[in-house]
């Protein structure tokens, strides 16, 4: 059977009957997708296997427990073929051909009347493959378009006219790669993008033409587009009936105004989905080395603005302190930390740019990092990291690493994160 013989189609089978010819697995897994499709079924073998029966006491499907019989095709719209009798499938896909209703031969599909794609669904799309009769190079082809679909490298953006909804999507630190799945899915599909200075920029110009993006960028100090903007653009957008992505840095909800964005869209009757991303806070430590915790060095740690008051953070060097947007106030940050009492030489490290080609690190101490910042001329993004932990990265100096810190794991030899090594990191030790 050539391929330009095959006309594909699809099926409504709606409260219409179809047979089920054979009683195993493979005829369980048709019957369950008939009855997906709403169809009523009935399943004609001797023996059911447990999947059967299950369907059948549940009262989905009727099971005539019992041999098939040439009378069993009358007036069915569709028959699937499953017994594992290659005799058996021919003598009803015979019967069925004469009756002229369609019907899959699972014995041999260059008899078949008609195929059985593989089928998968990603939000109102449907993906069905046949490969030439080959059920599983099928299987294989639509994992990876689905694939391709959920990763939005495929298109899965509605033309048509369709309700207008609002994704706050968190795209990670900025690397393109740490947006999450459900994340770029969603970018995929948006016909707005109301984006960020920080996240995975790239990605916007993988955007198709139509697709406007609108800048609201913040920087230190500086807020072109008031959050009550911002708001007010997410809400107007949907209700357009535009698909709408917040493309943010991060995490939405971390320390990143998500929130009250949702609050907004709540409030105006706009369907808003939240979806996590990679927070910095946690990640870019990590593209230097830093875990922000690490047994027998710290079991907590506390994430906070260096805008804020930091008189109740566990000032111990045990306890790791993550500032975000905290260079402008690190020499304040840093001071307010001693007379809470954390010893001036705790270290501190510096990640700017975090995943990007230019990611630059700074260690120090509590004592020398306002120093060092300001003569290397450290600029955010940065995420700035206090405590022990920082011991532990591979840009550490080698006197910060004591001996005595992994003392819990006695007989295991202490290992490090790696950094990412494919960038132009620079090491500023202390003093």
């Given amino acids: 059977m050539a391929i330009q013989d095959i006309y594909p189609t699809a099926l409504r089978l709606l409260g219409r009957p179809v047979l089920v010819v054979g009683g195993g697995p493979v005829a369980a897994r048709r019957a369950k997708g008939l009855l997906d499709a709403g169809a009523r079924v009935t399943v004609v073998a001797p023996v059911a296997c447990p999947a059967l029966l299950e369907l059948a006491d549940a009262g989905l499907l009727t099971w005539e427990p019992r041999p098939y019989r040439p009378e069993d095709v009358d007036g069915v719209w569709f028959v699937q073929t499953a017994t594992g009798d290659s005799a058996v499938d021919t003598r009803v896909s015979q019967d069925a051909e004469a009756q002229r209703i369609w019907c899959v031969n699972a014995s041999d599909h260059e008899a078949s009347a008609a195929w059985t794609p593989a089928v998968a669904v990603v939000d ?215 007379k809470a009492g954390l010893p001036r030489d705790t270290p501190v490290g510096i990640v700017e740019n975090g995943y990007l080609p230019n990611q630059r690190v700074t260690i120090g101490t509590l004592g020398s990092i306002a120093d060092q910042a300001e003569a290397t001329g450290v600029a955010n993004p940065a995420v700035i990291v206090i405590g022990d932990v920082v011991r532990v990265s591979p840009f550490a100096p080698s006197h910060f690493k004591t001996a005595d810190y992994s003392t819990t794991t006695p007989n295991k030899p202490r290992t490090t994160p790696s950094p990412r090594t494919n960038q132009s990191t620079t090491r500023v030790l202390t003093t």
Avoid at 197 to 216: C, F, T, W
Wanted: aromatic fraction near 2%; include cysteine; glycine fraction near 14%.
């Fill in 124 to 338: 109102d799309v449907q993906i069905a493959v046949n490969a030439g009769g080959d059920p599983r190079r099928a299987m294989a082809l639509r994992n990876a378009v689905a694939t391709a679909l959920e990763t939005g490298d495929l298109p899965l953006r509605r033309q048509r006219a369709h309700r207008g909804s609002v994704a706050l999507v968190g795209g990670g630190p900025g690397d393109t790669g740490l947006i999450t799945v459900r994340g770029r899915r969603l970018l995929g599909q948006a016909d707005v993008v109301v984006a960020d200075r920080l996240g995975p920029r790239e990605l916007l110009n993988e955007l198709a033409p139509d697709v406007r993006v609108i800048e609201v960028g913040k920087t230190p100090g500086h807020h072109p587009v008031p959050q009550a903007e911002i708001n007010r653009i997410l809400v107007d957008e949907a209700l357009q009936g535009h698909r709408v992505v917040r493309l943010k840095g991060g995490d939405p909800y971390v320390l990143g105004r998500g929130g009250e964005e949702a609050e907004y869209c709540r409030q105006h009757g706009v369907e808003v989905e939240v979806v996590s991303g990679v927070t910095s806070a946690i990640s870019v430590p990590a593209a230097a080395g830093i875990p922000v915790t690490h047994r027998g060095l710290a079991k907590g740690f506390s994430v906070v603005t260096g805008h804020e008051e930091l008189s109740e953070v566990p000032a111990r060097p045990d306890h790791t302190i993550v500032l975000l947007m905290g260079v402008a106030a690190l020499r304040d940050s840093a001071s307010a930390l001693g």
